[in-house]
């Protein structure tokens, strides 16, 4: 009945959809040209052969598959598609040779229907929580095998689906495995009754994130001093760091604090909350004293390596946290709010290193940072928290080959 009263829901959407997505293009959210895609019409053709269709969110989940691409490229075509403007510039730099990218359709029956018709993949792999009901139940209809990886759930999320049991049999009893992302993970998907796999976890044995080496030696000749990184920041994070900021001034009155805000096209009022602060967007360089925006995309493997810890956000303002891994697997230690619900596992490796501080508020932010800034850590338990998993992509991979018909 639930499933029902969705599709025909969603049957009737599409006017308002194209609505919000000229909305969405007019803000920078959508490329216009594109468009299309997020009604499954494609300009490409689909190649020749034997195709794997990757769906991964946006940035994160699509730098955690990156290594299983990696390892299926040169055996079976690639299709990634992703959600977000950030993902798809992500996917154009660093995906294999020949793998395509095409934004996901919206999970409209005929947008899905016209999207799987066209790229007819040999399987579906979809990652983490990324469940959409019209895009799964095309794959049923064509009997497109499906998998899921890296997959979480939350006990709140748990608890709503034993409500509608029939509705999660069908949808994650679909798949042919989930891998589940943690321990906990697994047990809250073999409640729902999913075929579920313990394998590990793709973001621990993502590649470290790329630099520009000569980016980071003028960087490095512009910050002489101390310096520290606040990354993937969200509003009302912001302050709280321009707050650390100029407390810890009395300490090190050189300090050049770092803001990467999450969302980039934020930098100009990330720059004026912090008092017209200089933006590397403008091109703009870091002054001492002062917080400098880095809001640029693709830059964050950068700034990691330009100092010596990060605070990573999402986490003070309670929405279950963004990447700890990828500092620590560059050797850096974190600094974290206390909401990392989707890096618990991640979590416990780091605090029992002592490589990981959560912190609650400006006050406890400056004191660890204060502490740091004069003894930098040792990252380097930071990264051996991730160093076991390295078959882990290999495979993956061969599961997704072994589901070819």
């Known amino acids: 009945m639930m499933l029902r009263l969705y599709k025909n829901a969603a049957r009737i959407a599409p006017p308002a959809l194209r609505y919000m997505l000229r909305k969405r293009a007019a803000r920078g959210k959508e490329i216009s040209a594109r468009l299309p895609e997020r009604e499954g019409i494609s300009t490409l053709q689909r190649p020749h052969g034997k195709l794997v269709w990757v769906h991964a969110a946006s940035v994160g989940e699509t730098m955690s598959v990156l290594p ?7 055996r079976i075509h690639i299709l990634l598609t992703t959600g977000t403007v950030t993902s798809a510039q992500l996917a154009a730099e ?45 794959c049923d209809a064509l009997h497109i095998p499906r998998l899921l990886l890296n997959a979480r759930i939350s006990g709140n999320s748990t608890a709503n689906w034993r409500h509608v049991p029939k509705l999660a049999r069908r949808l994650l009893g679909g798949f042919s495995a989930i891998l589940a992302q943690s321990a906990q993970d697994a047990v809250n998907f073999r409640l729902l009754g999913g075929r579920v796999l313990e394998w590990g976890n793709l973001k621990f044995v993502a590649a470290p994130l790329p630099v ?20 993937s920041t969200h509003p009302g994070e912001e302050k709280i760091i321009a707050t650390a900021h100029a407390d810890l001034l009395a300490q090190c009155p050189d300090l050049v604090t770092i803001i990467a805000p999450r969302h980039p096209e934020r930098g100009p009022e990330v720059a004026a909350l912090c008092g017209g602060a200089p933006s590397r967007a403008l091109g703009q360089a870091p002054e001492p004293g002062k917080i400098y925006v880095a809001d640029t ?3 964050l493997g950068l700034f990691y390596r330009l100092a010596p810890f990060a605070f990573i956000g999402n986490s003070l303002v309670g929405h279950g946290g963004h990447n700890i891994i990828e500092p620590a697997l560059l050797a850096r230690a974190v600094i974290a709010g206390p909401h990392l619900e989707n890096f618990m596992e991640a979590a416990a490796l780091l605090r029992a ?11 406890s932010l400056t004191k660890v940072a204060a502490a740091w800034l004069a003894v930098p850590p040792d990252g380097a338990a930071a990264a051996a928290c991730f160093a076991g998993a390295a078959e882990l992509p290999r495979r993956v991979a061969s599961l997704i080959m072994s ?3």
Do not use: K, Y
């Open 297 to 299: 995309l693709g830059e």
């Open 212 to 231: 520009d080496t000569a980016a980071l030696a003028v960087l490095q000749a512009q910050i002489p001093g101390p310096v520290w990184l606040a990354a």
């Open 353 to 363: 290193a002592n490589m990981l501080v959560e912190v609650e508020d400006a006050t």
């Open 94 to 138: 660093r995906l294999p040779q020949g793998a395509i990218h095409q934004f996901v359709p919206l999970d409209v029956p005929a947008w899905a229907a016209r999207f799987l018709a066209h790229w007819r993949p040999d399987v579906a792999v979809f990652l983490e929580s990324e469940i959409w009901p019209n895009l799964l139940a095309g």
């Open 403 to 405: 589901q070819i018909p």
């Open 68 to 74: 299983v691409l990696q390892e299926l490229s040169g």
